[in-house]
C-alpha cells in the first residue's frame, strides 16, 4: 500500500521567512495531493491541492510542487506569519488517503 | 453548501464502557465518509470508509466499528472500550473518491 513520509517534523522560521515541507510517496499511481493545516485542538483544513498532471500550484502565499518522477511533493509558505503556526499535513490519493506524520511549524516574531 | 456535524464533541468513557460517535452530512448525496483516528500529537489514522449505505471499509483491526445506516450518516462504535481508543476522532466526507475530503469537527474521547 501506498507509504508517506513527511519532513521535518518540527520547523522553526522568523516571521518574514519561508518555510518547505517535503513530502515522499511510495505509490506510483497516486494522482491527488492535499495540504491540510491543523491548528491546536482543531480539525484538519484544506489549505492548496494538487493533481498527478499539474507540476506547481500557487495561492498567495502558499505553492505545492509536485515531482512525479521523483515521488515527492513539496508546500512552501512564503513571508511567514505567526499565524502560520500548525501542524500541517500532507496526503497522498491512490486507493485511499494516506496521510504524512505532520510537521509543527513555528512562527517566531 | 455542504457541511459536516459530529457529536459528541468531548467525553469521557470508563474502559470496558460502550462507545458511539455519529457524523452526518448535509448538502451532498451519497457522499464517501471516512473515519480518523488522532492520537495526541501524532497524525492521522484511518479507521473505516464507506462509499455507499451498508458498506464499510475497515483498516485497522481493532475493537470498533462503524456502520452507515444511512445516505449521510456514519457512526462510530465499541461494545468495550481500551484506554488505548483515547484519542480526537475525525469524521469526514468527499464527493468521490479522489477528490478532497473535508473533516468534522472532531471528537475528543478520553477513555479512563
Known amino acids: 500500500g501506498e507509504n508517506v513520509e513527511q519532513h521535518p517534523s518540527t520547523l522553526s522560521v522568523q516571521e518574514g521567512d519561508s518555510a518547505v515541507i517535503k513530502c515522499t510517496y511510495s505509490?506510483?499511481?497516486?494522482?491527488?495531493f492535499p495540504w491540510y493545516k491543523q491548528e491546536l485542538g482543531k480539525r484538519p483544513q484544506l489549505i492548496i491541492d494538487?493533481?498527478?498532471?499539474?507540476g506547481e500550484k500557487k495561492d498567495q502565499r502558499i505553492a505545492v510542487t509536485l515531482n512525479k518522477t521523483a515521488k515527492h511533493f513539496s508546500l512552501h509558505i512564503t513571508e511567514t506569519q505567526p499565524e502560520d503556526s500548525a501542524v500541517y499535513f500532507c496526503a497522498a490519493y491512490g486507493q485511499n488517503f494516506v496521510f504524512g506524520p505532520g510537521t509543527r511549524l513555528s512562527v517566531l516574531p | 453548501s455542504q457541511t459536516i456535524h459530529q457529536w459528541p464533541a468531548t467525553l469521557v468513557q470508563p474502559v470496558g464502557s460502550p462507545l458511539s460517535l455519529e457524523c452526518t452530512v448535509e448538502g451532498t448525496s451519497n457522499p464517501n465518509l471516512y473515519w480518523y483516528r488522532q492520537a495526541a500529537g501524532r497524525g492521522l489514522q484511518l479507521l473505516f470508509y464507506s462509499v455507499g449505505i451498508g458498506q464499510i471499509s475497515s483498516e485497522v483491526p481493532q475493537n470498533l466499528s462503524a456502520s452507515r445506516p444511512q445516505d449521510r450518516q456514519f457512526i462510530l462504535s465499541s461494545k468495550k472500550l481500551l484506554l488505548s481508543d483515547s484519542g480526537f476522532y475525525l469524521c469526514?466526507?468527499?464527493?468521490?473518491?479522489?477528490?478532497?475530503?473535508?473533516f468534522g469537527e472532531g471528537s475528543w474521547l478520553t477513555v479512563v
Open positions: 494538487i493533481r498527478s498532471n499539474v
Open positions: 469526514a466526507w468527499g464527493v468521490y473518491s479522489g477528490n478532497t475530503i473535508y
Open positions: 505509490d506510483s499511481a497516486s494522482n491527488y
